[in-house]
Nanobody
Framework: QVQLVESGGGLVQPGGSLRLSCAAS????????MGWYRQAPGKQRELVAA???????NYVDSVKGRFTISRDNAKNTVYLQMNSLKPEDTAVYYC?????????WGQGTQVTVSS
């Protein structure tokens, strides 16, 4: 069973930064793609950023230029660097990996942007 464990969430002021981590129990090279999703209260879960096996990345328009997805192959970890955070970025952030045809989710980490 593949496990994904997120960390790095917390409370930050508008304009601040956070880095989320997603540690995988399998080599991240074995994933077709990995991504970060978020879900705010009363809203649908949305894709924030994704990275493919080949290293291609894509972002939702609202975070382009502020968020960066990356990976550390040696640590089997995918990161989401979030800069210039806004109150509307407040949500639970989830890591998802596509592994051998199945989708696996982490437990989520809360990010709250507030003064």
């Amino acid at each position: 069973q593949v496990q994904l464990v997120e960390s790095g969430g917390g409370l930050v002021q508008p304009g601040g930064s956070l880095r989320l981590s997603c540690a995988a129990s399998e080599s991240i090279f074995s994933f077709n793609a990995m991504g970060w999703y978020r879900q705010a209260p009363g809203k649908q879960r949305e894709l924030v950023a994704a990275i493919t096996f080949g290293g291609s990345t894509n972002y939702v328009d609202s975070v382009k230029g502020r968020f960066t997805i990356s990976r550390d192959n040696a640590k089997n970890t995918v990161y989401l660097q979030m800069n210039s955070l806004k109150p509307e970025d407040t949500a639970v952030y989830y890591c998802k990996g596509r592994w051998r045809g199945g989708d696996y989710w982490g437990q989520g980490t809360q990010v709250t942007v507030s003064s």
